[in-house]
């Protein structure tokens, strides 16, 4: 085979209309493909760098930037040949190449762009240019109607002013992950009222209160009615969001809608259990790191209150719908009373449908030496442990507890639980992505 086929087909392995881009070597090569082929350009709809590294192929990063494979100059033109790109996932590995000049292109000149993700990018080269690009440019538009998806996780050097510039345009709105980034409660009010966000993060935002938060989620029309997805986790060591009262007024308003609930860091007691219960009923995921929360509160959520009246026998309970479940941090929850099932419904059939708990190291560490005899076993990545439900292998207990596979429309491509970045396109995960939602 001549060398020019060899080099057709190493391209065509990047899987149009979808290209991941891992290394800059390939980048420079599809690049290349594309200047010599263009119509390859227009049948691209996503352009991918969440699986990019800066250092590889036994490269310095000082060399890779003298070579100059991957620049901004280079990625800009890349972008000017992809007219119906759809989907842009950038990293914190290119966000040097990503300037006031890519940044202006990808917000004002893809018309057909609807979804962008920057996740972790905070470098000045980044953050300069960005706010030069939505709030210095005569031309940026006063309505950006395609793009539905942001996420601007972790970009933390981002200051409000771009927030204030960009959320306004953003009329269409769907997903917004802004977790550990500078906004403020003024510019969360600054989100059209024509949005319809579904997918939101405000996780670690340490300029929101808890008050205005609260009154955010509970009155604007952008997410009264329609989220599946909401993270409002804190450290409470550094900021908590929610106090009590913050979490008694948020609780009831919340929609019927919502399906994953991150509340990591409020405080909660059991005060707010009839609240937590009801919501449980429909709510898939529910993250209650840090809640001060009983062992029997626990158990509430698996089975029936005690009838109190006659009135009560005609009420059906209902089982909730919870798959996982976050108690680290459970000042009650120990490995011994976890293994306790007359103490304890977690670990029990009773407990199904749920499939994780998310537990604190101290608890995690002395199960992973424990036989999977009880029908859980450790699962880890980074700096997280759960302890997960395995399959039933005993026919009768099957069809009590049938498989579930974790594959929900919602989760876009994901199938493990408790993630903590919002995707913006439907696909596997994997890649710094995978670090964000799942080990970190």
């Known amino acids: 085979m001549d060398t020019r086929a060899e080099c057709r087909l190493d391209i065509m392995s990047l899987d149009f209309p979808h290209i991941t881009i891992p290394h800059s070597i390939i980048f420079s090569k599809a690049l290349n493909h594309i200047k ?43 972008l000017n040949l992809l007219p119906n790109l759809k989907e842009l996932l950038l990293q914190e590995h290119v966000e040097d190449d990503v300037n006031g000049d890519v940044t202006r292109k990808i917000l004002s000149d893809i018309p057909t762009l609807r979804a962008v993700d920057f996740c972790g990018c905070s470098s000045p080269t980044f953050s300069s240019g960005f706010v030069g690009a939505v709030t210095q440019d005569p031309n940026f538009p006063a309505q950006l109607r395609t793009l539905r998806r942001v996420s601007l996780h972790e970009c933390t050097s ?27 409660n003024k510019t969360l009010f600054m989100i059209p009222q024509s949005a319809q966000i579904t997918h939101l993060s405000l996780s670690r935002c340490t300029r929101l209160t808890g008050p205005e938060v609260v009154e955010f989620l509970t009155t604007h029309p952008a997410v009264t009615d329609t989220l599946v997805y909401l993270n409002l986790m804190s450290d409470a060591s550094r900021h908590r969001i929610l106090e009590e009262e913050d979490v008694e007024t948020l609780l009831p308003h919340l929609t019927p809608t919502l399906r994953s609930l991150n509340l990591g860091g409020a405080r909660i007691t059991s005060a707010q259990m009839p609240m937590l219960l009801k919501l449980s009923k429909h709510v898939e995921e529910l993250g209650l790191n840090s809640a001060n929360i009983t062992i029997d509160d626990i158990n ?49 059939p009773q407990s199904y449908p749920l499939h994780v708990i998310e537990l604190t190291e101290r608890i995690i560490t002395p199960l992973r030496q424990r036989s999977p005899r009880n029908g859980w076993v450790v699962r880890d990545l980074g700096r997280r442990g759960w302890y997960v439900r395995e399959p039933p292998t005993n026919p009768n207990e099957m069809k009590m507890m049938p498989r579930d596979d974790g594959r929900r429309s919602w989760k876009m491509g994901a199938r493990w639980w408790g993630m903590r970045k919002i995707p913006v396109c439907v696909g596997d995960v994997g890649g710094i992505y995978g670090h964000y939602m799942f080990k970190k």
Not at 47 to 68: A, C, K, P, Y
């Open 36 to 78: 010599q082929y263009p119509s390859l350009g227009t049948i691209v709809r996503r352009l991918d760098f969440s699986h990019f590294s800066s250092v590889g192929l036994g490269r310095t990063q000082q060399m890779n930037v003298e070579i100059q494979n991957l620049t901004w100059r280079t990625l800009l033109e890349c």
């Open 158 to 184: 981002l200051p409000d002013e771009a927030f204030q510039a960009l959320l306004p345009r953003l009329i269409n709105l769907t997903h917004l992950d802004v977790a550990h980034t500078q906004i403020t």
């Open 300 to 348: 509430s959520f698996f089975r029936p209150f005690p009838l109190s009246n006659e009135h009560q026998m005609d009420v059906e309970w209902v089982r909730p719908a919870l798959r996982y479940l976050d108690l680290t941090k459970n000042p009650h929850l120990t490995q011994a009373t976890l293994l306790n099932p007359k103490s304890c419904l977690l670990v029990t």
